[in-house]
T-cell receptor
Framework: EDQVTQSPEALRLQEGESSSLNCSYTVSGLRGLFWYRQDPGKGPEFLFTLYSAGEEKEKERLKATLTKKESFLHITAPKPEDSATYLCAVQAGRGSTLGRLYFGRGTQLTVWP | NAGVTQTPKFQVLKTGQSMTLQCAQDMNHNSMYWYRQDPGMGLRLIYYSASEGTTDKGEVPNGYNVSRLNKREFSLRLESAAPSQTSVYFC???????????FGSGTQLSVL
């Protein structure tokens, strides 16, 4: 059973067409939620960390938000260079344990001119 | 700063061969990890090292061994490669365990 579910699996947008990617999670004891960008043939590149519901982070055309059950990555007026796979990961664990990092399967975003 | 460096970038093995993937980080991070990534699946943790001198199994450890050589280096060994180990392998590191994790560029491994 997936602990972290990302939707949609793939998204095609025209340049300038804003949209959102979703990351929902079922883990208990959330310690942090992370967004990564992965380009073909490369390792994931860190984008954001969110720690508590209501928190928001922004970077250029990207804005990440967090609720108690899900996170959204909003992309405003995307450009072709935003095309990549976006991964969500959740750190969970209670007490003094180090917890685990659960990764979603990613959303493959394509932005065409 | 190179970040996380892993070698080789590509490798082809025959079933039963052995090999070691090398990884080094220059960020003075305490924790290091080995993940595998397969099409249609999320990143899965093979082994991790929370700090120098310790290693622990992750989600899919069977068929692999690791060595935390020092604070900088963390290697992954396949003793007898199997076709099911065909995958892209990523080494990663973080200052605090399972917090902001930095990834290497990956090793594409094919086992024939």
């Amino acid at each position: 059973e997936d602990q972290v579910t990302q939707s949609p699996e793939a998204l095609r947008l025209q340049e300038g067409e804003s949209s959102s990617l979703n990351c929902s999670y079922t883990v208990s004891g959330l310690r942090g939620l992370f967004w990564y960008r992965q380009d073909p043939g490369k390792g994931p590149e860190f984008l954001f960390t969110l720690y508590s519901a209501g928190e928001e982070k922004e970077k250029e055309r990207l804005k990440a938000t967090l609720t108690k059950k899900e996170s959204f990555l909003h992309i405003t007026a995307p450009k072709p260079e935003d095309s990549a796979t976006y991964l969500c990961a959740v750190q969970a664990g209670r007490g003094s344990t180090l917890g685990r990092l659960y990764f979603g399967r990613g959303t493959q975003l394509t932005v065409w001119p | 700063n190179a970040g996380v460096t892993q070698t080789p970038k590509f490798q082809v093995l025959k079933t039963g061969q052995s090999m070691t993937l090398q990884c080094a980080q220059d960020m003075n991070h305490n924790s290091m990890y080995w993940y595998r990534q397969d099409p249609g699946m999320g990143l899965r943790l093979i082994y991790y090292s929370a700090s120098e001198g310790t290693t622990d199994k992750g989600e899919v450890p069977n068929g692999y061994n690791v060595s935390r050589l020092n604070k900088r280096e963390f290697s992954l060994r396949l003793e007898s490669a199997a076709p099911s180990q065909t995958s892209v392998y990523f080494c990663a590191s973080s200052e605090l365990t399972n917090r902001r994790v930095f990834f290497g560029s990956g090793t594409q491994l094919s086992v024939l």
